[in-house]
């Protein structure tokens, strides 16, 4: 049999996963992807969609309009299906991508009672994406009790910054509550960070723009985070799909004190209504956005790249200078104008851009001769986690 790890995310509308074949790792520690696909639309047309590694379609599933369905519906469907299609596997384990280990975890961990409790209170710091992991963790444990699972967290690989990044400039009593600097996407980042010594593997100072519904920059020297554009959750940094990055604390107060919003309704705002879809008023689809004329929708790209900008310049004096930058995650590996659009200010730091490579996704989009080289690297959370799991997992059952 086949021993078997799975690896779920779970968010709001949706469960992506992937299995991955425990027996077939190569030299970089890359497991074999056996599968991979989603149940997504959960909330009211929920489908799932399941491809073989090379992309083709195994299966799908469509429960119809105007139904909905919870994660461990998801979750159980998704495992019945690969148990009967994928015969002779033999489940060793389950991964999870968890958003915030807090304090108490900077590495994957098995999950316990007494671990979830744990992470269970982080909720309040991140509510948009903690309690949603979770879900997935309790779903699965119902489906197949007693299953090994493990915590993989996007805070972790930001835990290298130094601790004047981690900090805000706030009174004790509110940073041992436990406000600080965590910073997240680090499991994308973790994962970039081992791809792009195969690329460019003079690069030590390496800006990299995870660029999805999602989106923060990090700035790694040698591969370690050093600083990171998601804050204390996960609202600010760069504008995002319908988040909308930095915003003066002082406006905060301000709606709060013009009783325009209370504080239910004003982080419900901030979580949905802002960002791309609030500057434009059109949608939070980076894609229909570009290739509208609107100058509302001009406007919100023409918002997105400055933002892009000022980090990068900022990360360029925190890294004394700038060997690689590198583009990743939706928008980062298919928007092309985009790309472009950040690329073109970029000439004063020594990038010679690659239109046409540009257009053709990468890898490389800077010229042979450019100063700073310039990247297009798909990322692979699901196959970074499947890595953590076996590696603790393994660990774990050694004698």
């Known amino acids: 049999m086949t021993q078997t790890i799975f690896v779920f995310n779970a968010g709001s509308t949706s469960v992506k996963f992937g299995a991955y074949a425990v027996d077939d790792v190569d030299e970089s520690g890359a497991l074999a992807l056996l599968c991979h696909g989603q149940v997504d ?140 600097h965590w910073g997240y996407h ?72 013009s009783k325009l919003f209370d504080a239910a309704s004003l982080e419900k705002m901030l979580y949905e209504r802002a960002g791309l879809l609030g500057l434009s008023g059109i949608s939070d689809d980076m894609k229909v956005l570009q290739e509208s004329s609107d100058p509302r929708a001009v406007n919100a790209v023409a918002y997105f790249v400055h933002a892009m900008l000022k980090y990068l310049g900022a990360y360029v004096a925190i890294l004394g200078g700038l060997d690689a930058v590198v583009f990743t995650a939706g928008v980062g590996e298919h928007s092309a104008p985009v790309r472009a659009a950040l690329c073109r200010k970029l000439a004063w730091l020594g990038v010679k851009f690659d239109e046409q490579a540009n257009k053709a996704n990468g890898p490389r989009i800077s010229s042979p001769d450019s100063k700073v080289s310039v990247w297009v690297i798909p990322t692979d959370e699901e196959g970074m986690i499947a890595q953590h799991t076996l590696k603790l997992v393994g660990c774990l059952s050694q004698p």
């Open 186 to 257: 680090g499991t994308s980042y973790d994962y970039i960070s081992r791809q792009i010594p195969k690329f460019a593997p003079d690069a030590r100072r390496v800006v990299v723009a995870h660029l999805g519904g999602g989106a923060s920059m990090c700035a790694m020297l040698d591969g370690r985070s050093i600083e990171t554009s998601m804050g204390f959750g996960a609202m600010s940094g760069l504008p995002m799909a319908t988040r909308p990055g930095d915003v003066p604390p002082e406006v905060l107060c301000y709606l709060l004190r």
């Open 41 to 180: 639309g959960m909330q009211d047309a929920p489908q799932f969609l399941v491809r073989s590694a090379s992309s083709e379609p195994l299966g799908r599933h469509e429960w119809g309009a105007g139904h909905s369905i919870d994660h461990q519906t998801a979750l159980h469907f998704i495992v019945t299906w690969l148990q009967a299609d994928f015969k002779g596997m033999n489940v060793v384990a389950a991964g999870h991508r968890v958003v915030l280990g807090g304090a108490r975890f900077e590495a994957p961990v098995l999950i316990k009672d007494d671990i979830l409790v744990y992470l269970t209170s982080l909720e309040a710091v991140e509510p948009s994406h903690q309690a949603l992991n979770l879900n997935g963790v309790r779903a699965l444990a119902k489906v197949f009790p007693g299953l090994p699972q493990v915590a993989c967290f996007d805070s972790s690989f930001h835990r290298t910054m130094p601790e004047v990044a981690q900090t805000y400039a706030l009174p004790q009593d509110v940073r041992d509550a436990g406000v600080r």
